[in-house]
């Protein structure tokens, strides 16, 4: 084929196949029912196939027409979106896609996640959750909020929050067990998170103790779920404060030791490329540098070669 089909076909061949007759789609398209059918037969000849059975008083989709619908579609509703959005703002903010660490969703972007909506009500956040880099090839994502090394190429990197883990425990394991970690707490008693599996090696070479040895305790996938098992009373998690301190200053954990350990990895804002124009990005990325006190990531944002964190 020379070139794409024209709007105008697709758009007729969407109504026509939505509601089952050429008259009711031209009405709706204000256009004739010749009209719909022109285009709808120019269509089918640009894509040498039937997309159609007529039949008097019937039209109904071929195997063909439904598989090609399924397609167009969601194509043709996002390109309304975008017409509306584009409408609406004049250019500024519409749709940011998001995908966020799961953890860090949940208790720390959310609940902070007003204040960002009071000063841009022109920017609509879709967020979705997930564990690890964020996979852009498919264009359904503008941006995300992940956990790595900020090493990527094909995406623009910049730091937002570093992961501090310290060790905390329900009070009910406190009892049973002492509120020190030593070289004798048993490694089952350690709640281990699958993501950071150095975490717990890390933090007894911090304390100048030698972690002991195996079997170590249960590992789950997410710091939620360390979370909820330490205020179960399953054993000792390492946490960061946005996730521990409400449950510590509520008396549903302890804090086991000031001592911090610091993971290699961190909590990065990814954009791919083709999204550092959108117009709704830089602005959740400077509201993400206020939160953090980190350096302005428009620099960053600028183009392609630049990379931090």
Not at 47 to 76: H, I, S, Y
Request: with cysteine.
């Amino acid at each position: 084929m020379s070139r794409l089909p024209s709007s105008t076909a697709l758009s007729c061949f969407e109504a026509a196949a939505r509601l089952g007759s050429f008259t009711r789609a031209g009405y709706e398209l204000q256009l004739t029912q010749a009209a719909v059918s022109r285009q709808v037969i120019g269509l089918e000849s640009r894509l040498d196939v039937a997309l159609f059975q007529r039949q008097p008083g019937a039209l109904m989709l071929t195997e063909a027409g439904r598989a090609f619908l399924a397609e167009v579609r969601p194509a043709l509703q996002r390109i309304e979106r975008a017409a509306a959005a584009a409408s609406a703002l004049k250019g500024r903010g519409g749709r940011l896609r998001l995908s966020v660490a799961s953890s860090l969703c949940n208790y720390w972007l959310i609940p902070r996640l007003p204040a960002f909506t009071r000063q841009h009500p022109e920017i609509t956040l879709d967020m979705a959750t997930r564990i690890g880099p964020a996979d852009f090839t498919d264009g359904r994502l503008d941006a995300s909020l992940e956990f790595g090394d900020g090493q990527r190429t094909d995406a623009v990197c910049t730091l937002v929050l570093a992961l501090e883990l310290r060790p905390v425990a329900s009070p009910a394991w406190v009892d049973r067990h002492g509120a020190q970690l030593s070289a004798h707490t048993p490694g089952a008693a350690l709640i281990h998170q699958s993501t950071v599996p150095e975490a717990w090696p890390g933090w007894f070479a911090a304390a100048g103790l030698t972690l002991a040895p195996a079997p170590g305790g249960p590992r789950h996938d997410q710091l939620a779920m360390a979370l909820h098992a330490a205020l179960a009373g399953l054993g000792v998690a390492l946490l960061p404060s946005f996730m521990a301190d409400d449950a510590v200053a509520a008396g549903q954990l302890m804090l086991l030791s000031p001592l911090s350990w610091r993971a290699h990895r961190a909590y990065h804002l990814a954009v791919p490329h083709r999204a550092a124009h959108l117009p709704a990005v830089a602005p959740f990325a400077q509201w993400l540098m206020s939160l953090t006190a980190q350096a302005s990531p428009i620099a960053a944002l600028a183009g392609p070669e630049t990379k931090t964190g």
